[in-house]
């Protein structure tokens, strides 16, 4: 599977079917993309993004989905726990601690509990964390899915920063993490690569840092 950083918490995963995750990107645009499905992690507008516009088929929180589905988007709604496969890819649902504000809808909009997706596919585990603090029970997800690539934003101030990020690479226990939701503005300025350095330095797992546009293999060699 090809991974690609689209910037912020957008990703683009290529297999036998296309897949983008939280389609705003910062630097550009997703037309061209067309996605067989979009998934939104929840409802904030740098998540969220251009759902709407692209038209495609999406998977969401229950309430961000029955959003969607109002503006004519076809749309399958969940919630943390659980799955819904959709042509054949398998989305769960995994807890996020964050909050939920439906943006695009207008202030007060409740957009339902954010959350993260674990993406099944091609015999290959994808674990997006959305916008989260750490929380312990990252380490069900490594026993319960084996994700094989873990996204984890590492901006702080909205999300956890990069020493909890370095526990929840732990917790999750993926051999590769590709940091995210960092550097898109001044409030969420890090340094990947100290990031990269720290884990690299005490765990076995590899950190690969991606410039916006840039892909990585998932599930086979390089
Ligand atoms: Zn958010």
Sequence with gaps: MKLTWLGHACFLLEGSKRVLVDPYVP???????????VAVTHGHAD?????????????AGNE????????????????IGGSAVVDGIRFTMTPALHSGWLEEAG??????SPGGFVIAFDGVSVYH????????????IRDLYRPDVALLPIGGR????????MIAANYVGAPLV???????????EQDPDAFRRAVERTTDIRVRVLAPGESVTVGSPE
């Design 158 to 165: 909205y999300t956890m920063g990069p020493d909890e990020a």
């Design 178 to 188: 590709v940091p995210m939701h960092y550097n898109t503005w001044p409030a969420i």
């Design 129 to 140: 964390a959305g916008d989260t603090a750490l929380f312990s029970d990252m380490q069900l």
């Design 27 to 37: 630097t550009g645009s997703t037309a061209g993309i067309s996605p067989d499905i």
């Design 64 to 79: 961000v989905a029955k959003y969607l589905a109002a503006k004519g988007i076809d749309a399958t709604g969940m919630n």
């Design 47 to 59: 998540h969220m993004g251009d759902a709407v516009s692209i038209g495609a088929k999406t998977v």
């Design 107 to 112: 202030p007060g909009y409740y957009g339902g």
